[in-house]
């Protein structure tokens, strides 16, 4: 028997143009990739373009409906314009001088001549009339409170005691008010021992405007209340003085208030206004020895009043 003899298979590539490319030399493989790269670019600037084409069209047509409104816009303006022109010139002829309008047009009422002049003094009285009425009212507004909320009052410690150099009867006395350096007060408490000074707290008033007393410049003013001897009641230099006690937990720079007269004090007060002259003659201690003014005490907010020893019914200065 003759053997049969299968003929040899040969194995084929599934990728064809891959195997062409490998038959192919090397630069010739190099060369058409390059050109594949190419195509591929000039495809993508291509379609880059013809987006940039579709945006430029996009926004001429935009332009176009712009550019019709502002010429629509301006039809209008223009018909605006000449109507309000065409309603000037009709009106300009009807009060015109000689025309059928003018002729036909109510004109004011003549009076004789003192009745004129009657009218014009009564406007002109009646204007007077308002602006005083306006005046009086505004200064009634603008005019400011009269009391003692405008004193600023406080607490202060006498750090120093010394006699004033040209003045036998005053002190000159240095006083910790709570602010950064003592306020130097000259005052005419020499009756008053001066170590019964050192170191005591007294009520001040704070917002007198500086003043030189023999040289000695001050710029406070300690209260305290006075009272005529009883066999001398007109010699003010004899009269009977005592400082107003602070609470006895208070401390240098608290402020003294008054319930019923609430508000900030001046920043100083005017000697124009006279303010203190003003205030002065209310200030007085009751029955209690309590220190008033028009019988509100004088009070330190949360801590007491402040009151003269022994004096009552007295006055304060």
């Known amino acids: 028997m003759a053997e049969k003899h299968n003929p ?10 891959l195997t062409a490319l490998g038959k192919l030399d090397p630069k010739e493989s190099e060369m058409i990739m390059e050109y594949f790269k190419t195509q591929v670019l000039l495809l993508k600037d291509k379609e880059l373009l013809q987006k940039t084409v579709r945006e430029e069209k996009k926004l001429l047509v935009e332009n176009a409906k712009l550019k019709k409104d502002i010429s629509d816009l301006k039809i209008l303006l223009t018909e605006k314009q000449q109507k309000k022109k ?17 002729l036909y047009a109510p004109g004011p009422n003549p009076k004789p001549g003192p009745v004129r002049e009657r009218d014009g003094r009564r406007r002109r009285g009646e204007r007077k009339g308002r602006r005083e009425r306006t005046n009086s009212e505004s200064a009634l507004e603008e005019e400011p409170r009269m009391d003692v909320s405008r004193l600023d009052l406080r607490i202060g410690r006498i750090v120093g005691v010394r006699y004033h150099p040209l003045a036998g009867a005053l002190y000159v006395q240095e006083v910790d008010l709570g602010e950064p350096a003592p306020r130097t007060v000259v005052s005419a408490l020499r009756h008053i021992p001066k170590e019964q000074l050192q170191g005591r707290l007294a009520v001040l008033l704070c917002n007198v405007r500086p003043c030189r007393v023999k040289g000695v410049v001050s710029t406070a003013m300690v209260l305290c209340g006075s009272a005529p001897n009883a066999h001398d009641n007109d010699n003010d230099d004899d009269a009977q003085v005592e400082f107003l006690e602070p609470p006895t937990n208070a401390v240098p720079g ?28 209310d200030l007085q201690t009751d029955s209690r020895g309590v220190a008033t003014y028009r019988g509100v005490g004088f009070e330190v907010r949360g801590k007491g009043l402040c009151r003269a020893p022994t004096l009552t019914n007295s006055s304060i200065k």
């Open 254 to 281: 608290d402020r003294v208030t008054f319930y019923d007269y609430p508000g900030e004090p001046d920043r100083e007060l005017s000697p124009r206004e006279k303010v203190w002259e003003q205030i002065l003659p």
């Open 8 to 17: 040899p298979h040969h194995r084929h590539s599934s990728t064809p143009g």
């Open 86 to 102: 065409a309603k000037a010139a009709a009106a300009s002829k009807l009060t015109a001088p000689g025309s059928t309008a003018a």
